[in-house]
C-alpha cells in the first residue's frame, strides 16, 4: 500500500534501502550519515528487512565489505560522509573495476581541516574520478527516488557500476518533509532482483580483479568510459518511466526549469536547485529572463544537455559549493569544457558559494544572477571566479 | 592461463583468473632457502601443508608432507610452524 511520510532524507534512504530489498548493508556511523544506517538497523532487528547487516571498524572496510557482498551477486547498500568517503578512497576505485553496482548514500559535509560538519560538495567531488556515477539530490523524496533509480540503472548491464547517491548534510538530511513510498509491489514490478554480470562461486572458483599487463589495461578502462556513456543515455529514460509509475521525475540527467527563453541560466547543484527555482520565479515577474539548469548527474557529465541550453542564453551563472583550490569550482569547469568549440556560446562566470554549509537563499542567488546579467549587459565578465558574501 | 581475448568484445566485465598450476612458471626457482624433511622426526601433523602459502606441500598416503620444489618458493613458513622442528632451511648451493 502507498503511504505518505513525514520524515527526513537519511531515514528515507534507509526506507529505500529498504523497499529494494538490499540483502547486505555495511554500517560505519559518521555525522551527518549515522541516522541512515540507524534506520536500516532499525528495519533489520525488527525483521521488516532481510539483510545481513554488517557493523565494521572503518569505512574503508565498510566499503570492503560491499565489494565482498556483492561479488556474491547480492544487491549491497552502504551510506558515508565527508572523512569517512575520503578514508574508503582506495576501495571506490576497486569497486568500479570489479563492475560491482553498489548504491552508496553520500551525505555531504566539508571536508577538514578546520573542522565543520555542515555541507558542500567537497567530499563526494573529490571521488569524481573514481569511476562511480554520482547523483545530486535536491528534496528528501528524490533521495527516496534516486536510491531505487540508482540500482535499476546500475544493475543493468550495459552499466554495471557503483553509484553514489548523494543529499546535502542536515539541508535534507535531519530535516523532515512529507515523502510518499509506492507500495512494494509496485517497487518489486520497477525493480526486479539483482542479476549480477559476474560473481564468485564456491564450486566453480575464480579470483577476479587481478594484474593486467600494458597490452590489455586500457581496454578495460575504455569498458568503464562506454558504461559511463551508456549510464547517460539510460538515466532520463529509467527517470521517465520511475515518473510514470509513481508520479516523481526529475528531468534525468538536468533539471531545467524556465530555460527556454532564457537570457541567463542558473547552474546548480543539490538544493541549490530547489532556491534557484524560486529565485527565477521571483525575478521573471520583474520581466528578467532567467532559467535554472539544476545538474543531477555530475558522473556521467551530462555535456550533450548543456550544449542544449545554449540557444538564446547569453550567459551562463555557475554556482559552486566547491572550490577546486587553485582553479575554481567543478561545475565552472565542467560547464566551460563542454561549451568549447560550440557556436555562438553564452559568457560564463563563475560563483563560490556555501562552502560549509553558509546558507545559499534564493536572495543569495537573485544576487548572483542580477551581478550575472549586468556583465551580460556590459559583455564583460569582471571577474572570472566570485566568493559570494565573503567578508572584507 | 586462460585464454586470451582477441577484441574487445570478448572481454569479461573485470578480469578473471581460474584455478590452474603455476600460471606464473616455475616459481621453484625465486628460492634462495630450501626447506628439507625430516621423516625420522615427522609426526604427521599436516601443520606445514595447512600453512604452505603456495600450496607447495602435499598430503602423501601416510599423511606425511612432500614438498613441490617446481613451486616452492623457500618462504620458510613450514620450518617456522613445525612443532617438531622437522623441517629445516637449507641454502639452495649447500
Known sequence: MEQTIIDTANHLAGYAAKAARVKVVAAYPITPQTTVVEKIAEFVENGEMDAEYIRVESEHSAMAACISAAATGVRTFTATSSHGLALMHEALHWASGSRLPIVMTVVNRAMGAPWSIWPDFSDSLSQRDTGWIQFYCASNQEVFDTVLQAYKLCENEQVFLPAMVCLEGFILSHTYTPAKIPSQEKIDSFLPPYKSGWSLDVDHPVSHANLVAPDWFMEFRYSIQEAMENAKRLIPEIDRDYGKRFGFEYGGLVEKYRCEDADLVLFTMGTMGSDAKIAVDKMRKEGLKVGSARIRVFRPFPMEEIRKLIGNAQMFATIDRHISFGMEGFLATEIKSSLLGQKDTPKVAGFIAGLGGRDVSSETIEKIAKKSLKWMDTGKVEEETVWVDLRK | ?94
Do not use: H
Request: include cysteine; hydrophobic fraction near 25%.
Open chain 2, 1 to 94: 592461463m586462460s585464454k586470451v581475448p582477441k577484441s574487445r568484445k570478448d572481454l569479461p566485465l573485470t578480469p578473471l583468473s581460474y584455478p590452474t598450476f603455476g600460471s606464473m612458471g616455475k616459481t621453484g626457482s625465486w628460492r634462495t632457502f630450501r626447506p628439507e624433511v625430516d621423516y625420522s622426526k615427522c609426526t604427521k601433523c599436516t601443520i606445514c601443508w595447512v600453512y604452505c602459502p603456495d600450496a607447495a606441500i602435499t598430503r602423501q598416503n601416510d599423511d606425511s608432507p612432500k614438498i613441490d620444489y617446481d613451486y616452492c618458493k623457500g618462504c620458510g613458513i613450514c620450518a617456522n610452524e613445525c612443532p617438531v622442528k622437522a623441517i629445516k632451511m637449507r641454502r639452495e648451493e649447500e
